[in-house]
């Protein structure tokens, strides 16, 4: 493309890309839950075998255990 030059590494664009597919990258990995499940409108769930905390009224409040 004219005018248009990348110029960071490839390493970091593979990590971005990876970031942006991975749909757990949306979700803080935490060793302890116990303050998210506490929080109004959280629930805790297993899913694949990681706990997790889900929050619909507050959705950036999303943790797995880990």
């Given at each position: 493309m004219?005018?248009?030059e990348y110029c960071?590494?490839?390493?970091?664009?593979?990590?971005?890309?990876?970031?942006?597919?991975?749909?757990?990258?949306?979700?803080?990995?935490?060793?302890?839950?116990?303050?998210?499940?506490?929080?109004?409108?959280?629930?805790?769930v297993r899913r694949r075998g990681k706990t997790m905390v889900i929050n619909k009224l507050h959705p950036r409040l999303k943790a797995r255990q880990g």
């Open positions: 004219p005018g248009w960071g590494s490839l390493p970091a664009l593979r990590s971005l890309t990876r970031t942006i597919l991975n749909k757990e990258a949306l979700v803080k990995v935490r060793s302890s839950l116990r303050a998210l499940k506490q929080a109004p409108g959280a629930q805790v």
